[in-house]
């Protein structure tokens, strides 16, 4: 049983997660990563340039969000 919970934290294989990493992150999503107020995380993006959109919602690269 401890083997499974185990592979399930070394694993990121839900689509959820695998989104967020291959084609970016939503400000809430940043503002929970870098745990910082969406506002300023919108403040600090403010001038990236989305690199997509996920159910008609902005998605910004997140080593672009990071370098902000």
Not at 3 to 10: G, M, R
Not at 17 to 23: D, H, K, L
Not at 33 to 43: G, I, R, S
Request: positive net charge.
């Amino acid at each position: 049983m401890a083997t499974k919970a185990k592979d399930q934290l070394e694993r990121s294989d839900d689509p959820e997660t695998t989104a967020i990493i291959y084609e970016g992150a939503t400000i809430r999503q940043l503002a929970i990563m870098f745990k910082m107020d969406n506002k300023v995380v919108m403040q600090k993006c403010s001038s990236l340039v989305p690199v997509g959109s996920r159910r008609g919602t902005a998605v910004y690269s997140i080593p672009e969000a990071a370098a902000r």
